[in-house]
Protein backbone atom coordinates (compact mmCIF):
# COMPACT_ATOMS: atom_id res chain seq x y z
CA UNK A 1 0.00 0.00 0.00
CA UNK A 2 0.92 3.90 -0.40
CA UNK A 3 3.45 5.48 1.66
CA UNK A 4 1.75 7.62 4.08
CA UNK A 5 2.94 11.26 3.77
CA UNK A 6 3.88 13.20 6.78
CA UNK A 7 2.34 17.25 6.96
CA UNK A 8 5.16 19.67 5.65
CA UNK A 9 5.54 22.77 7.37
CA UNK A 10 3.11 25.55 5.87
CA UNK A 11 5.02 28.20 4.20
CA UNK A 12 3.91 31.65 3.53
CA UNK A 13 2.33 32.93 0.32
CA UNK A 14 2.48 35.79 -1.50
CA UNK A 15 -1.29 37.28 -2.68
CA UNK A 16 -0.87 35.96 -6.16
CA UNK A 17 -0.04 32.52 -4.98
CA UNK A 18 -2.97 33.01 -2.92
CA UNK A 19 -4.97 34.13 -5.79
CA UNK A 20 -4.27 31.04 -7.63
CA UNK A 21 -4.97 28.34 -5.30
CA UNK A 22 -8.65 29.81 -4.76
CA UNK A 23 -8.82 29.55 -8.77
CA UNK A 24 -8.52 26.03 -8.78
CA UNK A 25 -10.34 25.36 -5.87
CA UNK A 26 -13.47 24.24 -7.65
CA UNK A 27 -10.31 21.03 -9.05
CA UNK A 28 -9.80 20.34 -5.60
CA UNK A 29 -12.19 17.70 -5.08
CA UNK A 30 -11.41 15.60 -7.95
CA UNK A 31 -7.64 15.78 -7.02
CA UNK A 32 -8.74 13.76 -3.51
CA UNK A 33 -10.77 11.14 -5.77
CA UNK A 34 -7.16 10.94 -7.83
CA UNK A 35 -5.02 10.88 -4.36
CA UNK A 36 -7.30 8.33 -2.48
CA UNK A 37 -6.19 5.45 -5.01
CA UNK A 38 -3.13 5.60 -3.64
CA UNK A 39 -1.46 2.28 -3.90
CA UNK A 40 1.76 0.75 -3.76
CA UNK A 41 3.53 3.14 -5.81
CA UNK A 42 5.18 6.77 -4.65
CA UNK A 43 2.77 8.46 -7.32
CA UNK A 44 -0.37 8.48 -8.88
CA UNK A 45 -1.01 8.54 -12.41
CA UNK A 46 -4.29 10.92 -13.59
CA UNK A 47 -4.74 10.11 -17.17
CA UNK A 48 -5.95 13.31 -19.57
CA UNK A 49 -9.25 13.91 -20.72
CA UNK A 50 -8.07 14.10 -23.91
CA UNK A 51 -6.58 10.95 -23.83
CA UNK A 52 -10.09 9.07 -25.12
CA UNK A 53 -12.39 11.36 -26.94
CA UNK A 54 -14.97 8.46 -27.41
CA UNK A 55 -19.04 9.61 -26.69
CA UNK A 56 -19.66 9.82 -22.82
CA UNK A 57 -22.15 7.20 -22.73
CA UNK A 58 -20.58 4.75 -24.96
CA UNK A 59 -19.91 1.50 -23.07
CA UNK A 60 -16.44 -0.19 -22.34
CA UNK A 61 -15.30 -1.79 -24.99
CA UNK A 62 -17.59 -0.27 -28.08
CA UNK A 63 -15.91 1.57 -31.07
CA UNK A 64 -12.06 0.14 -29.68
CA UNK A 65 -9.80 -1.54 -32.31
CA UNK A 66 -6.26 -1.75 -30.55
CA UNK A 67 -3.08 -4.16 -30.44
CA UNK A 68 0.27 -4.60 -28.99
CA UNK A 69 2.94 -3.49 -31.19
CA UNK A 70 5.77 -5.65 -32.04
CA UNK A 71 4.42 -8.93 -31.27
CA UNK A 72 3.18 -11.81 -33.76
CA UNK A 73 0.44 -14.08 -32.33
CA UNK A 74 0.28 -17.57 -34.40
CA UNK A 75 -2.81 -19.87 -35.31
CA UNK A 76 -4.58 -20.93 -38.12
CA UNK A 77 -5.00 -18.32 -41.18
CA UNK A 78 -8.62 -17.58 -41.64
CA UNK A 79 -7.01 -15.04 -44.68
CA UNK A 80 -4.13 -14.82 -45.41
CA UNK A 81 -2.36 -11.73 -45.62
CA UNK A 82 -0.26 -12.26 -48.74
CA UNK A 83 -3.56 -11.55 -50.70
CA UNK A 84 -5.13 -9.47 -47.64
CA UNK A 85 -3.63 -6.29 -47.90
CA UNK A 86 -5.39 -3.23 -45.49
CA UNK A 87 -4.14 0.55 -44.49
CA UNK A 88 -3.96 0.32 -40.81
CA UNK A 89 -3.87 -2.38 -37.96
CA UNK A 90 -7.46 -0.54 -36.82
CA UNK A 91 -9.01 -2.09 -40.20
CA UNK A 92 -7.52 -5.70 -39.65
CA UNK A 93 -9.14 -5.79 -36.24
CA UNK A 94 -12.57 -4.53 -37.67
CA UNK A 95 -12.05 -7.12 -40.77
CA UNK A 96 -11.61 -9.66 -37.53
CA UNK A 97 -14.78 -8.48 -36.09
CA UNK A 98 -16.86 -8.33 -38.71
CA UNK A 99 -16.04 -12.40 -38.96
CA UNK A 100 -17.14 -12.68 -35.03
CA UNK A 101 -20.38 -10.87 -35.24
CA UNK A 102 -23.69 -12.53 -35.16
CA UNK A 103 -25.34 -14.64 -32.23
CA UNK A 104 -25.11 -17.45 -34.67
CA UNK A 105 -22.38 -20.01 -35.55
CA UNK A 106 -18.77 -20.01 -33.75
CA UNK A 107 -16.37 -17.14 -34.15
CA UNK A 108 -14.19 -17.46 -37.51
CA UNK A 109 -11.58 -15.06 -36.42
CA UNK A 110 -10.26 -14.03 -32.90
CA UNK A 111 -6.84 -12.56 -33.70
CA UNK A 112 -5.25 -10.49 -35.94
CA UNK A 113 -1.81 -9.42 -37.29
CA UNK A 114 -0.64 -6.77 -39.64
CA UNK A 115 2.56 -5.72 -40.82
CA UNK A 116 2.20 -1.52 -40.55
CA UNK A 117 5.71 -0.03 -40.83
CA UNK A 118 6.67 0.28 -44.24
CA UNK A 119 10.24 0.54 -43.84
CA UNK A 120 10.49 -2.51 -41.90
CA UNK A 121 8.11 -5.06 -43.64
CA UNK A 122 9.06 -3.71 -47.42
CA UNK A 123 6.91 -5.95 -49.49
CA UNK A 124 4.88 -7.36 -46.30
CA UNK A 125 3.64 -3.69 -45.85
CA UNK A 126 -0.27 -4.28 -45.30
CA UNK A 127 -0.55 -7.39 -44.85
CA UNK A 128 -3.55 -8.50 -42.42
CA UNK A 129 -3.61 -11.86 -41.07
CA UNK A 130 -6.86 -13.15 -39.77
CA UNK A 131 -6.23 -15.92 -37.28
CA UNK A 132 -8.03 -18.79 -35.42
CA UNK A 133 -6.62 -19.64 -32.02
CA UNK A 134 -7.24 -23.00 -30.28
CA UNK A 135 -7.94 -20.92 -27.42
CA UNK A 136 -8.88 -17.89 -27.41
CA UNK A 137 -7.36 -17.15 -23.35
CA UNK A 138 -4.32 -18.74 -24.16
CA UNK A 139 -2.96 -17.50 -27.35
CA UNK A 140 -0.12 -19.10 -29.23
CA UNK A 141 2.35 -16.22 -29.12
CA UNK A 142 5.13 -16.56 -31.86
CA UNK A 143 7.17 -13.85 -31.24
CA UNK A 144 7.64 -10.81 -29.52
CA UNK A 145 10.64 -7.78 -29.46
CA UNK A 146 11.36 -5.06 -30.94
CA UNK A 147 12.67 -6.56 -34.03
CA UNK A 148 9.27 -8.39 -34.53
CA UNK A 149 7.56 -6.05 -37.52
CA UNK A 150 4.01 -7.21 -36.41
CA UNK A 151 1.02 -5.59 -34.55
CA UNK A 152 -1.20 -8.49 -33.22
CA UNK A 153 -4.59 -7.99 -31.36
CA UNK A 154 -7.27 -10.68 -29.90
CA UNK A 155 -11.09 -10.26 -30.68
CA UNK A 156 -13.58 -12.11 -27.78
CA UNK A 157 -16.59 -13.28 -29.75
CA UNK A 158 -20.28 -13.20 -27.51
CA UNK A 159 -20.03 -15.23 -24.30
CA UNK A 160 -15.98 -15.76 -24.60
CA UNK A 161 -13.12 -13.50 -22.84
CA UNK A 162 -15.00 -14.08 -19.61
CA UNK A 163 -12.18 -15.07 -16.65
CA UNK A 164 -12.89 -15.77 -13.35
CA UNK A 165 -11.83 -13.72 -9.89
CA UNK A 166 -11.75 -16.63 -7.25
CA UNK A 167 -11.91 -15.36 -3.94
CA UNK A 168 -12.89 -16.87 -0.18
CA UNK A 169 -15.80 -14.88 -0.31
CA UNK A 170 -17.51 -16.33 -3.75
CA UNK A 171 -16.26 -16.14 -7.72
CA UNK A 172 -16.48 -12.92 -9.43
CA UNK A 173 -16.87 -13.32 -13.13
CA UNK A 174 -15.03 -10.53 -15.43
CA UNK A 175 -15.63 -9.86 -19.08
CA UNK A 176 -12.12 -8.82 -20.43
CA UNK A 177 -11.10 -5.57 -23.12
CA UNK A 178 -9.02 -6.47 -25.50
CA UNK A 179 -9.56 -4.85 -27.98
CA UNK A 180 -9.63 -1.33 -25.39
CA UNK A 181 -6.48 -2.39 -23.32
CA UNK A 182 -4.79 -5.26 -24.80
CA UNK A 183 -1.54 -4.89 -22.60
CA UNK A 184 -3.68 -4.89 -19.61
CA UNK A 185 -5.67 -8.16 -20.81
CA UNK A 186 -2.49 -9.60 -21.60
CA UNK A 187 -0.92 -9.73 -18.40
CA UNK A 188 -4.04 -10.71 -16.52
CA UNK A 189 -4.33 -13.73 -19.50
CA UNK A 190 -0.61 -14.68 -18.29
CA UNK A 191 -1.79 -15.20 -14.31
CA UNK A 192 -4.14 -17.51 -15.68
CA UNK A 193 -1.02 -19.82 -15.83
CA UNK A 194 -0.20 -19.50 -12.58
CA UNK A 195 -0.95 -22.37 -10.03
CA UNK A 196 -0.82 -19.41 -6.99
CA UNK A 197 -1.44 -15.59 -7.24
CA UNK A 198 1.08 -14.91 -3.36
CA UNK A 199 0.68 -11.59 -2.90
CA UNK A 200 -2.35 -10.86 -4.83
CA UNK A 201 -4.75 -9.56 -2.93
CA UNK A 202 -7.86 -6.84 -1.50
CA UNK A 203 -6.44 -4.36 0.81
CA UNK A 204 -8.80 -1.82 0.78
CA UNK A 205 -12.82 -1.91 1.03
CA UNK A 206 -14.78 1.50 0.92
CA UNK A 207 -18.96 0.78 0.76
CA UNK A 208 -21.35 3.07 -1.47
CA UNK A 209 -22.11 4.68 1.86
CA UNK A 210 -25.05 7.31 1.86
CA UNK A 211 -23.76 8.75 -1.98
CA UNK A 212 -24.69 5.89 -3.96
CA UNK A 213 -27.88 4.07 -4.82
CA UNK A 214 -28.09 0.29 -5.44
CA UNK A 215 -27.60 1.20 -9.28
CA UNK A 216 -24.37 3.02 -8.32
CA UNK A 217 -25.86 6.83 -9.51
CA UNK A 218 -24.80 9.32 -7.47
CA UNK A 219 -27.75 11.18 -4.93
CA UNK A 220 -28.13 14.63 -5.55
CA UNK A 221 -26.39 17.00 -2.70
CA UNK A 222 -24.33 14.02 -1.28
CA UNK A 223 -21.04 14.16 -0.92
CA UNK A 224 -18.21 12.43 -3.28
CA UNK A 225 -16.72 10.18 -0.06
CA UNK A 226 -15.61 9.30 2.20
CA UNK A 227 -16.89 6.22 1.47
CA UNK A 228 -15.36 6.38 -2.03
CA UNK A 229 -17.13 3.30 -2.90
CA UNK A 230 -14.73 0.89 -4.63
CA UNK A 231 -12.24 -2.02 -3.89
CA UNK A 232 -8.81 -1.86 -4.12
CA UNK A 233 -6.11 -4.75 -4.66
CA UNK A 234 -2.81 -5.40 -6.48
CA UNK A 235 -1.68 -8.06 -8.87
CA UNK A 236 1.48 -8.32 -8.40
CA UNK A 237 2.04 -11.70 -7.36
CA UNK A 238 5.25 -13.04 -5.26
CA UNK A 239 7.96 -14.38 -7.78
CA UNK A 240 6.94 -12.55 -11.28
CA UNK A 241 7.99 -9.49 -12.78
CA UNK A 242 5.59 -6.77 -13.35
CA UNK A 243 6.05 -3.96 -16.24
CA UNK A 244 4.03 -0.88 -16.00
CA UNK A 245 0.85 -0.98 -18.13
CA UNK A 246 1.04 1.72 -20.65
CA UNK A 247 -2.35 4.07 -20.58
CA UNK A 248 -5.12 2.49 -22.96
CA UNK A 249 -8.23 3.81 -23.21
CA UNK A 250 -10.40 5.08 -20.80
CA UNK A 251 -13.52 5.50 -20.55
CA UNK A 252 -15.74 6.79 -17.45
CA UNK A 253 -16.01 4.92 -14.53
CA UNK A 254 -19.05 2.73 -14.25
CA UNK A 255 -20.34 0.14 -11.63
CA UNK A 256 -18.50 -2.98 -11.96
CA UNK A 257 -15.78 -1.44 -13.73
CA UNK A 258 -12.31 -2.88 -13.42
CA UNK A 259 -9.39 -0.35 -13.95
CA UNK A 260 -5.80 0.01 -13.26
CA UNK A 261 -4.44 2.79 -10.08
CA UNK A 262 -1.81 4.24 -12.27
CA UNK A 263 -0.05 1.81 -14.88
CA UNK A 264 -0.56 -0.80 -11.95
CA UNK A 265 -0.41 -3.47 -10.82
CA UNK A 266 -2.86 -2.00 -8.30
CA UNK A 267 -6.26 -1.90 -9.08
CA UNK A 268 -9.78 -1.17 -8.23
CA UNK A 269 -13.25 -2.21 -8.90
CA UNK A 270 -15.61 0.24 -8.87
CA UNK A 271 -19.30 -0.23 -6.69
CA UNK A 272 -20.36 3.39 -8.39
CA UNK A 273 -20.72 5.33 -11.56
CA UNK A 274 -17.77 7.93 -10.67
CA UNK A 275 -18.23 10.24 -13.60
CA UNK A 276 -16.55 12.83 -11.28
CA UNK A 277 -13.02 11.16 -12.22
CA UNK A 278 -13.80 12.24 -15.76
CA UNK A 279 -11.45 9.44 -17.92
CA UNK A 280 -8.57 9.23 -15.58
CA UNK A 281 -7.80 5.16 -15.23
CA UNK A 282 -7.54 2.76 -17.94
CA UNK A 283 -10.70 0.02 -17.33
CA UNK A 284 -9.52 -3.26 -18.72
CA UNK A 285 -12.44 -5.06 -17.74
CA UNK A 286 -15.96 -5.40 -16.77
CA UNK A 287 -17.76 -7.54 -13.56
CA UNK A 288 -20.69 -8.75 -14.77
CA UNK A 289 -24.27 -7.28 -13.24
CA UNK A 290 -24.82 -10.54 -11.15
CA UNK A 291 -21.76 -10.69 -9.44
CA UNK A 292 -21.34 -7.49 -8.04
CA UNK A 293 -22.88 -8.57 -4.68
CA UNK A 294 -20.07 -10.26 -4.36
CA UNK A 295 -17.91 -7.28 -4.32
CA UNK A 296 -20.44 -5.56 -1.98
CA UNK A 297 -19.75 -8.09 0.16
CA UNK A 298 -16.00 -7.70 0.33
CA UNK A 299 -16.64 -3.76 0.83
CA UNK A 300 -18.94 -3.98 3.74
CA UNK A 301 -15.56 -6.35 5.78
CA UNK A 302 -14.39 -4.53 8.71
CA UNK A 303 -11.45 -1.80 7.77
CA UNK A 304 -9.02 0.43 9.78
CA UNK A 305 -8.93 3.89 9.08
CA UNK A 306 -6.14 5.43 7.81
CA UNK A 307 -4.53 8.63 5.73
CA UNK A 308 -3.23 8.60 2.18
CA UNK A 309 -1.93 11.62 0.56
CA UNK A 310 -4.12 13.53 3.60
CA UNK A 311 -7.19 11.18 2.14
CA UNK A 312 -9.02 9.37 4.72
CA UNK A 313 -9.56 5.66 3.51
CA UNK A 314 -10.60 2.64 5.13
CA UNK A 315 -7.99 -0.51 4.77
CA UNK A 316 -8.75 -4.17 5.24
CA UNK A 317 -8.28 -5.07 8.63
CA UNK A 318 -7.47 -8.53 7.26
CA UNK A 319 -6.41 -8.66 3.43
CA UNK A 320 -8.63 -11.03 0.93
CA UNK A 321 -6.53 -12.78 -1.09
CA UNK A 322 -7.44 -12.93 -4.99
CA UNK A 323 -6.64 -14.92 -8.08
CA UNK A 324 -7.74 -14.75 -11.87
CA UNK A 325 -8.83 -18.52 -13.28
CA UNK A 326 -10.34 -20.23 -15.52
CA UNK A 327 -12.62 -22.80 -15.47
CA UNK A 328 -12.40 -24.63 -18.90
CA UNK A 329 -10.71 -24.34 -22.07
CA UNK A 330 -12.68 -22.93 -25.34
CA UNK A 331 -13.18 -26.34 -27.30
Request: glycine share 10%; aromatic share 10%.
Amino acid sequence: MGRRQTDSDLHRFTLCVLFLIAAISCCMAYYSFSVSLKGNSDTIFVGSSESWRGNEEEREGDGCCRGVEHLELWGDAMKWGSDFKLNSSEECCRACKEMCEGDDGPCLCDSWVFCGNKQDCGSRFGECWLKKQKDTLDPDWRDSGDKVIWTSGLVFGKGEGIIKLKTEHGIVNVNLFPDCAPHSVYYILELLSLQHCAGCQFYRAESRGNSWDLQGNHIEHAPYGPPYALIQGTVDAYGTVFKDIPQEVCPPIRRGSIAWVGSGPDFFISLANHHEWKKAYTVFGQVLPEDMEIVEKISQLPTIPDVWSNVKVAVLERPVPLRFIRMKKSP
